[in-house]
């Protein structure tokens, strides 16, 4: 399995992105999808998590309400639609892949597959 993100940029506060996660070498709808980032000096954070078993997002209390994750099954990827940009929320994001219970889907060690990262920056 192997995973693309792409979709960062720079934003002003208040602002929207989505961020696209492709995947190749498994079906999106077969494998759960997550969202973390890394801000500067700081530890790896959950954002969001697509789950494979019973399709249901789940997300960071940080960010719920504002962000919104999903599948396309016809591009075969998994997209996060940022909205409502905070400066907060400027840290490189990065997706992971695999089969993770729903109880450890917020822990970086329950995914087997990522991405590289994409920087998303919000200026304010």
């Known amino acids: 399995v192997q995973l693309q993100a792409s979709g960062g940029g720079l934003v002003q506060a208040g602002g929207s992105l989505r961020l696209s996660c492709a995947v190749s070498g498994r079906t999106v709808r077969r494998i759960t999808v997550g969202w973390f980032r890394r801000a500067p000096g700081k530890d790896s954070e959950f954002v969001a998590a697509i789950s494979a078993s019973n399709s249901s997002p789940y997300y960071a209390d940080s960010v719920k309400g504002r962000f919104i994750i999903s599948r396309d099954a016809a591009k075969n990827t998994a997209d996060l639609q940022m909205n409502s940009l905070k400066p907060e929320d400027t840290a490189v994001y990065s997706c992971?892949?695999?089969?993770?219970?729903?109880?450890?889907?917020?822990?970086?060690?329950?995914?087997?597959?990522w991405g590289q990262g994409t920087q998303v920056t919000v200026s304010s």
């Open positions: 992971a892949a695999g089969t993770p219970i729903l109880t450890s889907l917020h822990k970086n060690d329950a995914y087997n597959y």
